[in-house]
């Protein structure tokens, strides 16, 4: 698992491979690279410096190429990532405003239940509550299945894609909930853990695949009412 930089922001070590070998092209990439840098810098300037929002895109860089992504899509990717990463880590180390609680949803591939329990999160607690997604072996694109159970709902995974679990969405989250996967997320003092012991959605059948959908609803719906104020609309 990445571990957030030891010594936010002070200047990264000279990287002479930006990418490394594992990384496809992305045009110009170090061109690429340097415009994500630049608009995030800008975005979290508050935060962090410019050197160390560089490390960051630089890494997730590699780590999203790792999936064997198509190219093109790449640096899109990237940028999502890295963004992310870098609010959670503001979050989680006090830099910036945590007004809401924040869920982790974690399984292998970060392409199945993980991904359609944070949908169903969405929809219930809209606003009031951030939700994350990751994967301990994340795989190249949200599964066809979960879209179609989504799409029965009226429902869909917005930007979202499969993405490696990194320390720093375990560290700016309330609850973590992990899905098959528990022993790959690390314990925090300070976090609430479940575990929903539910079938991979892999080789099921549709009518399968529902009552696993069914049963994430209810254990989101319990969820979202522990964590919502009261009040807040069901």
């Known amino acids: 698992m990445s571990q957030p930089p030891p010594d936010v922001g002070q200047p990264p070590p000279d990287r002479p491979d930006r990418l490394g070998r594992s990384t496809p092209p992305l045009g ?39 999936g064997a992504r198509v190219g093109r899509h790449l640096p899109v990717l990237v940028e999502r990532f890295a963004d992310q990463r870098l609010g959670a880590l503001a979050r989680g180390l006090g830099l910036s405003p945590k007004p809401v609680p924040e869920v982790l949803f974690v399984c292998t591939e970060n392409a199945g239940r993980s991904q359609l329990a944070a949908a169903l999160m969405r929809r219930r607690a809209q606003d009031a509550v951030i939700v994350m997604t990751a994967g301990s072996a994340p ?53 609430r853990y479940l575990d929903w012991d539910l079938p991979d959605l892999s080789g099921l059948d549709m009518e399968s695949a529902r ?13 979202a009412q522990e964590l919502l104020p009261a009040g807040a609309p069901s």
Not at 52 to 63: I, K
Not at 211 to 222: I, K, Q, T
């Open 139 to 191: 795989a190249a694109d949200v599964a066809p299945v979960v879209r179609r159970l989504l799409a029965e709902q009226g429902l869909d995974c917005g930007e979202e894609f499969p993405k490696p679990l990194t320390s720093e969405v375990v560290t700016a989250a309330d609850v973590v909930v992990t899905l098959g996967c528990g022993d790959a997320c690390p314990v925090l003092p300070g976090r």
């Open 211 to 223: 009552a696993v959908r069914d049963a994430l609803e209810g254990r989101v719906e319990r969820l």
């Open 28 to 66: 110009d990439s170090g061109g690429v690279l340097d415009r994500i840098t630049r608009r995030l810098a800008g975005r979290h300037s508050r935060s962090f410096s410019r050197q160390t929002v560089a490390r960051y895109v630089d890494e997730c860089a590699v780590l999203l190429a790792d």
